[in-house]
Every structure is written in C-alpha cells, then in structure tokens.
C-alpha cells in the first residue's frame, strides 16, 4: 500500500468512516421493486445469521424500522431452507399454495403446459396451461394465459371467479405468482405450437406444416403440434397413413377428366403452384363463376382435397372461409393458410342486398390487392393474434360485426 501512495493514517481515515456493507444494502433495499426487495433480503439474512447476538439484535430492529418488515418475518428467513438454486421454497400443502411456510390462499395451482405459439412471422408467445383446485377438494377448470399476464393475476377471478381467495396483502400478491412457477419446474411439459400451415424449419429439419404434423423426406412427424383453429382451417391436414404413390398419381391426373380443360387444369395447377409461391410468387387470383348449380363448389372443393380430406364430406363442402366472413376474418386465414390454396366461397352478390353486394366486392377488391402484393403475412397486429383457437378469435370479431 506503501508503495501506492496509501499511508496508514490515510487507510484508518478511511476506514474510520466507511459504512458497513450491511447497512449499505439496507439502504438501498428501501428504494427496491417488490421482486428486487426479494433478493436483498436474501443477502440481508445471510449476513444477519453470521452476527453475533447483541449485534445482530439492533440490525433486527433496523431492517424492521427501514423496509418495515416484522421481526418474526425476518426470523423465518433466516431460518429458511434455500433449494439448489437459492430460490426458498414454495409448495403445496393441504391443497394451498404455501411460500416459506405460509399459505397464499384457499387454493392452489399449478402450470402444466408451457406453450411457445408460433405463429410463423412474429416472435413466439409463451402460454401457460394452468391446473388447480381448492382446499376443500374442489377442482378447477384448466385455464389458458398468456405468460406476459400470468404475472397480474387478473386470470384467477376471470377464469375461476370469485372462489380462490388469495390472502395476502395487494402489494405482496406477486408471491402467487412466483409460488406457482416454483411448484410447476420439475413437472412442466414444454411444447412448441405452430398456428400455420406451410414449409418451416423445426429443429433444423425442413419441412411442411398441416393439421397434422410436420411432413418432411422422412414422412409426417406427427409428434409436431399444430393447431389450425376449430374452424374449416382445420382440414389442411396431410395423410398420416402410408399412401400408394402410383394410385395417388392417377387420382391427381384424373381430376383433370372432370370437366374442359380450360376449367379443370388452372384448379389442377393451382394445387401445385402453391406450395412453391415462396420459392417463386404466384400472385395470383383464380375466380372460378358459373350459372348456379353448375358445380363450381364441387370442383373447388375437389380440388382442395389434395390438402386433406375433410373439405368434402359426402354432399357437405367445407370451404375454409367464405364471403360472408368480416374482411378481418379472411385476412386471418389467409395469414394462417401460408404456402396453399385457399379457397373462398359463396360470391353470391346477385343475391343479396345492394348494401351487401357492395360490401361483398369491397372484400373482393381488399383480397385481391392482398394477394398480389403478399401483404395477408406482412401485415400481421396485435389484433390478429390468436386466444385460445383462432374459432374463438374468429368468433369474437363476428359478434363485433353482429352489434
């Protein structure tokens, strides 16, 4: 130190009026957010045990004057078991959440899921599934939240009502929270969900997405979740069954003896061209029009089956979205229905209303310029993002309509 310029007079100076480290953490743990206090305190208590008695009494009383924290609160942390990861311990006790031995309420709760929806353009969401119960035994329905309001609490009297009662002070409710992500770290199931069809890359394999799973030259994974909605999206959805190729082959070319040429090969071509718009853009729109009953559905709907099944069900056709939808809701499909054919069906404006039939070739003249500028994926807002299946986001958006 000599050497450095520091003589000893100047080191006891010093030292003469240095705080404690102690205090110094006290003091700024007056200042701290909730979930930083947490943190302090941990550091507080760890020094707090290593004093003597006479000492350790008169710091007792100062953290209790300062950061107006009971004594005996202050002895349960000191005498709280830490876990591996210097978290304290939550639990489960007699059907109650506990945090260092106290209970948070008349329930507990627990996340089984943790959810990562991709919806193929915007960075993931995390989406917590969410069991619980209360103390007398009473289950309670398994909840969705978003993770980003999984932290307010508000989802426990939406989603549950008014029977879990948390009994803890408003600005210490954060411990319900925190308690619940505790007890779920061991048992939570991780899983990533797709909310689109199209190619994408999962785990470093390539591949494209349907209701049922990931097809790639090692055939269909459908270990892969992908969640289309309740609604007719749902039936893009690949074979999982092993299929004969030569038999495949001829249904596919047979489809083109179903009417002209002129009207069967552009559908035909339709069904090809669309999964490889990403490698080189279609854009483009094809209106197939007809005197009624002259099988216009038929052949489209035919046609769609390349992608699944499920849009014909002997003489029901289940278009996967229809002009009578908001504009909104078809922009959503076709946001969700990346990289195929999307049909769209009932342009019936001969039929309706002269206010219903301008309506009806507004929505035309939207999707068509959608189309060839690709914007049904460039324009993805908050206010197309999926709750709990796109049916209900869908339906939520017709009964604004509605009203």
């Known amino acids: 130190m ?55 009494s008169r710091y007792l009383a100062q953290v209790e004057k300062k950061l107006n924290i009971s004594r005996r609160d202050l002895k349960r942390l000191m005498n709280q078991q830490e876990d591996n990861n210097g978290s ?17 309420g008349n329930f507990w709760a627990r996340i089984s899921h943790e959810l990562m929806v991709d919806d193929g353009l915007n960075p993931p ?52 929270a925190r308690a619940i992500q505790e007890v779920s770290l061991e048992k939570v199931q991780r899983e990533r969900l797709y909310t689109f069809t199209g190619w994408h890359e999962n785990d470093g394999q390539r591949g494209f997405l349907s209701a049922s799973g990931l097809l790639t030259v090692d055939g269909l994974n459908d270990q892969v979740r992908v969640d289309l909605g309740a609604n007719n999206l749902r039936h893009y959805a690949l074979p999982k069954e092993d299929i004969n190729r030569e038999e495949a082959a001829r249904a596919t070319l047979e489809f083109l003896t179903l009417g002209p040429r002129k009207v069967t090969a552009p559908l035909w071509a339709a069904m090809y061209a669309a999964p490889l718009t990403s490698l080189r853009p279609l854009n483009a729109v094809l209106s197939v029009y007809g005197t009624t009953q002259s099988g216009k559905s038929t052949l489209a ?57 301008r309506s009806m070739h507004k929505k035309a003249h939207h999707v068509v310029r959608s189309v060839g500028n690709r914007s049904a994926r460039g324009r993805s807002r908050a206010d197309l993002s999926q709750q709990n299946t796109i049916s209900q986001w869908l339906g939520d958006h017709d009964r604004r309509r509605i009203r």
Request: proline letters at 7%.
């Open 301 to 357: 709907h035919l046609a769609l089956t390349h992608y699944g099944t499920g849009f014909i069900q002997g003489r029901d056709y289940h278009a996967p979205i229809d002009w009578t939808s908001t504009v909104t809701a078809i922009e959503a499909a076709m946001f969700l229905a990346k990289d195929v054919p999307l049909v769209i069906d009932d342009f019936a404006p001969q039929f309706s209303s002269i206010a219903e039939a």
């Open 88 to 104: 304290l311990y939550s639990e489960i006790r007699e059907r109650r959440l506990h945090f260092m031995g106290d209970p948070l």
């Open 2 to 56: 000599a050497a450095e310029g520091i003589t000893l007079q100047t080191l006891e100076k010093h030292l003469s009026t240095a705080k404690p480290w102690l205090d110094i953490l006290i003091d700024q743990s007056r200042s701290a957010s909730p979930v930083e206090l947490e943190e302090f305190l941990k550091e507080i208590t760890v020094y707090l045990s290593d004093l003597p008695d006479g000492l350790q």
């Open 125 to 176: 969401t995390v989406r917590y599934s969410i069991e619980g119960g209360l103390a007398t035994g009473q289950p309670l329905q398994p909840v969705q939240v978003d993770a980003r309001s999984f932290g307010k609490l508000d989802w426990v009297p939406d989603s549950w009502g008014m029977r879990p009662i948390i009994t803890l002070p408003p600005g210490k409710s954060y411990l319900v």
